[in-house]
C-alpha cells in the first residue's frame, strides 16, 4: 500500500533528511533509512482494524507508540518531531503548524532484526534462552488490566476480527468460517482457565504484536519494539497470548526445538506452566494473524498460506503424557529432555520442566548462577520437587505433555511423577540414564555456565547410596541415547 498523496511533501522531506533513499513500506508505516537516524511516518489508511485518516489519529498514535516502546527500547526510541504544513522542516511535536508527524529511531543494521538472524539459521540456544529471558522480563513490567474484562468475551471479538480481516484480505471464506467456529469451540472449553488467568493477574497491557521482525538485538540482547499502539483492547490480553505471537514465529521459522526451548526457558524462569493449556487457541489465532496480514502484502501470498494452515493445525493437538528423565548427575538428563521435548506433544512441544531450574527460580536468583551447598537441604529438595509436580499437573491438565528432567534419586519422588500421571489419565514413560562414573566425573567436570551446581562430590555421594527399585526403562548414557529413548518411549513418528 503506496503513500497518500496526502502525505507525498511530507514524504519527500523525510527522505531528504535520511539521505533521499526511498522508504521500507509497511502496510500502514514508511520508514525512512539514513546514517545515523530513522524517521517513521504514520500512513493516512483505515483498514478497518485501525483508522490513521485523520492527523489527530497519526499525531496520537505516534505519541502513544514512542510512550509504549520507551521503557523496553530506549536507546532506540529517540523523539517524536512534527513537520510543517509546507513540508520544509522538522518541529516539536506539540507545534501548531505541524500536520504530519515522525518518530525518530536510532538505525539498526537489518541483519539485527531477527527475522534477518531467523533465516540465516542464526537463533541459536543461547539467543533462545535470551528470547525466554527476554519474554519473563516484558511481562514483569507489563501494567495489569485497568478495569473488569471478561476474557472469553473479549478473546470471542478478537476472532470474530480476525476473521473478518481474512477474508477482506483475500483467503479462502470457507476455511477462515471453519477456523473461526473451531476457534469459538475451544474458546468454550478454555472459559474456566482463561478467566482464573485474569483473577491471578495475567491480563495486562501487553506488546501486542510480539513476533521476529519486531525483536532485534541491540547490544548483543534481543530487544522488542514496535508494540501495538492503535488499540488499546487489542493490547489488553493474557500475557500467555503476547507470548504466543513470539512462540508461533519461532515455530514458522526456524521449527519446534526452538520454539520449545523458548517457551520452556519462559516457564523455568517466570513459572507460569499454567499458560500452556491455551497455547492451541492462542498459537493458532496468531497464525491467522499472520496470515491475513501477509495476504494483503504484494508477494507474500505463498506465506500467507502456509500461516494460515499453521492456524487450522494448532486447533487440533495430540493428547498429552508425561516422559521422565532421571539417573545419576552427569548422566545427561537435560540434553535428553530437551532433544525429545520438541517431538511430541502440542506445538511447540512437551513442557520441558527442571529441578535445577526450578531450584534457581524459587531461590530467586537466575538459572546459571550458583547456590551455595547450604541451599541443598533435604526440605528445599522437598520444595523443588513439590513445585516441578504442581507444574506438571498444571500443564497435563491444560492438556500439554510434559518432560520432567530430575535426578530421581528417592524412589518416593519416582513414585509421585508417576502419581501425577496416574491422576492426570495420562500414559507415563520413565528413562533412567546410565554411564560408567569415570565417563560422569568428566562430563561434570567440563561444565559451564549449567543450572546444576552439581561437583563431582556430589555425584561421588549420590553414587554411595542405594536408588531403591528402578521400574524405568534403563538406558545406557555413555553415548548418545536418544534413539534408544525414542523408541522405548514410542516417538519415532513425533
Request: with cysteine; hydrophobic share 50%.
Amino acid at each position: 500500500m503506496s503513500i497518500p498523496a496526502a502525505q507525498a511533501r511530507a514524504a519527500a522531506l523525510l527522505s531528504r533528511l535520511t539521505g533521499g533513499a526511498g522508504p521500507v513500506e509497511t502496510h500502514i508505516s514508511a520508514v525512512f533509512i539514513g546514517p545515523d537516524r530513522v524517521l517513521k511516518l504514520k500512513k493516512a489508511v483505515s483498514l478497518g482494524f485501525l483508522d490513521f485518516t485523520t492527523a489527530e489519529a497519526r499525531h496520537r498514535f505516534a505519541a502513544r507508540e514512542l510512550e509504549i516502546n520507551a521503557s523496553a527500547a530506549p536507546e532506540l526510541y529517540r523523539a517524536l518531531h512534527g513537520i510543517t504544513a509546507a513540508a520544509d522542516r522538522l518541529v516539536g511535536p506539540e507545534d501548531p503548524s505541524a500536520t504530519e508527524w515522525a518518530l525518530e529511531m536510532a538505525p539498526v543494521p537489518p541483519e539485527d532484526f531477527l527475522d534477518a538472524v531467523a533465516a540465516r539459521g542464526g537463533i541459536d540456544e543461547a539467543l533462545q534462552d535470551a528470547l525466554g529471558a527476554m519474554a519473563v522480563s516484558l511481562r514483569a513490567a507489563y501494567p495489569r488490566a485497568a478495569g473488569p474484562i471478561e476474557p472469553e468475551a473479549a478473546f470471542r471479538a478478537v476472532l470474530r476480527g480476525n476473521a473478518r480481516a481474512a477474508v477482506g484480505a483475500g483467503l479462502d471464506p470457507a476455511r477462515v468460517v471453519a477456523w473461526r467456529r473451531t476457534a469459538g469451540r475451544l474458546l468454550r472449553r478454555l472459559a474456566p482457565l482463561l478467566r482464573a488467568r485474569a483473577a491471578e493477574g495475567q491480563l495486562r497491557r501487553c506488546h501486542g504484536d510480539l513476533h521476529l521482525g519486531n525483536v532485534l538485538l541491540w547490544e548483543g540482547r534481543p530487544v522488542p519494539f514496535d508494540a501495538l499502539e492503535f488499540d488499546e483492547a487489542l493490547a489488553t490480553i493474557d500475557t500467555g497470548y503476547d507470548l504466543a505471537f513470539l512462540i508461533a514465529d519461532l515455530l514458522h521459522r526456524c521449527g519446534r526445538p526452538a520454539a520449545c526451548r523458548v517457551l520452556s526457558r519462559a516457564v523455568a524462569l517466570g513459572g507460569d506452566a499454567g499458560a500452556v493449556g491455551a497455547l492451541p487457541l492462542w498459537l493458532s489465532t496468531r497464525a491467522m494473524i499472520r496470515a491475513h496480514c501477509l495476504a494483503r502484502m504484494a508477494g507474500q501470498g505463498e506465506g500467507a498460506q502456509a500461516f494460515l494452515t499453521e492456524a487450522e493445525a494448532y486447533l487440533l493437538p495430540p493428547p498429552p503424557r508425561i516422559v521422565a528423565v532421571g539417573g545419576l548427575q552427569g548422566t545427561g538428563k537435560t540434553r535428553l529432555a530437551r532433544a525429545l521435548a520438541a517431538r511430541f506433544g502440542a506445538a511447540p512441544g512437551a513442557l520441558h520442566l527442571r529441578s535445577d531450574e526450578i531450584r534457581k527460580r524459587l531461590a530467586g536468583v537466575p538459572p546459571e548462577t550458583p547456590l551455595p551447598p547450604g541451599a541443598y537441604t533435604p526440605e528445599a529438595s522437598t520444595a523443588v520437587h513439590e513445585a516441578l509436580f504442581a507444574q506438571a499437573r498444571a500443564a497435563l491438565r491444560g492438556g500439554h505433555s510434559v518432560v520432567a528432567d530430575a535426578a530421581f534419586l528417592d524412589p518416593e519422588r519416582r513414585a509421585g511423577i508417576e502419581a501425577v500421571a496416574r491422576e492426570a489419565g495420562v500414559p507415563f514413560t520413565g528413562l533412567w540414564l546410565e554411564a560408567p562414573l569415570e565417563v560422569l566425573r568428566g562430563r561434570i567436570a567440563a561444565r559451564r555456565g549449567d543450572a546444576s551446581d552439581a561437583t563431582v562430590a556430589v555425584l561421588e555421594y549420590a553414587a554411595s547410596k542405594p536408588l531403591g527399585g528402578v521400574t524405568w526403562h534403563r538406558l545406557d548414557a555413555s553415548g548418545d541415547p536418544l534413539a534408544a529413548a525414542l523408541a522405548v518411549a514410542h516417538l519415532q513418528s513425533c
